[in-house]
């Protein structure tokens, strides 16, 4: 009875969006590669989450925000699969000093940083304490947070709001498939998202097949009467629409 009882108040929480629709994008991984710079033709709406400790992350830090870009700090995170990291990375067997140093490192690197999300991290956002290590220095810094979702059973979101830090996630990966097609039709559920609830928020890469679908379908928008807006103004009124989707399957996964 009460399971039908909770079920019925989420669905009874679910609504159609009215109105304009929103909808943020995230480039992440920014930092490495020469061809990274390509982002920068994107609108300036676009976010840029930038790797720490990377030959090109500051210098594309201080151009995105030239260009009136949000900057978030995309930290490494511990993955189930035990990927390599690279630096600035938090692991399961670092303690609380450990954690907060390293995100205060990886923050000195990184110019103009309003956020941080998890850079994989399938792993350690399923960790209570990491995760309220990381969302305790994040409140200290007056930073939020927005959960990747690399794993359907990350806490982080969770840890986010128990501590009191703004907290966003990811509804759709655009290019887990390097195919101008797929990248097309992952938008494409963007966009129906958007229509369905109002506000999404999608993570894709600076690679050229991404840049080159997001530069021909971002003017889309407009049709479907959906704006493009900076991924902190999704802030606000975030928190009814974590709840809407509470009991809705993924838009997509990759767990990383």
Do not use: C
């Amino acid at each position: 009875m009460r399971i039908l009882f909770s079920f019925l108040v989420l669905f009874s929480g679910l609504t159609f969006a009215q109105g304009k629709g929103k909808v943020a994008i995230v480039i992440d991984d920014i930092g490495y590669r020469s061809t990274d710079v390509s982002a920068l033709r994107l609108p300036s709406q676009v976010a840029f989450s930038v790797l720490p400790h990377t030959p090109l992350g500051r210098e594309l830090a201080e151009k995105g925000n030239q260009q009136q870009r949000e900057i978030l700090l995309h930290v490494p995170m511990e993955s189930t699969r035990k990927l390599t990291l690279g630096p600035g990375a938090l692991t399961s067997n670092m303690d609380e000093n450990s954690v907060k140093n390293s995100l205060q490192a990886s923050i000195n690197d990184i110019p103009h940083v309003i956020g941080i999300n998890n850079h994989m991290g399938s792993r350690l956002t399923q960790m209570s304490e990491p995760m309220s290590w990381t969302m305790d220095f994040l409140k200290k810094n007056n930073l939020f947070f927005l959960d990747s979702r690399t794993s359907k059973y990350s806490q982080a979101e969770f840890i986010a709001q128990r501590t009191g830090v703004p907290t966003l996630r990811r509804h759709v990966f655009l290019d887990n498939n390097l195919n101008e097609d797929y990248i097309e039709l992952q938008f494409e559920k963007l966009i129906d998202a958007s229509k369905r609830h109002g506000s999404v928020i999608a993570i894709g890469h600076p690679h050229p097949q991404t840049i080159t679908v997001l530069q021909k379908m971002l003017p889309t928008l407009a049709k479907h009467n959906i704006e493009l807006v900076p991924v902190s103004q999704m802030l606000p009124r975030y928190r009814s629409y974590a709840q809407k989707e509470t009991h809705e399957k993924e838009y997509n996964s990759a767990p990383k």
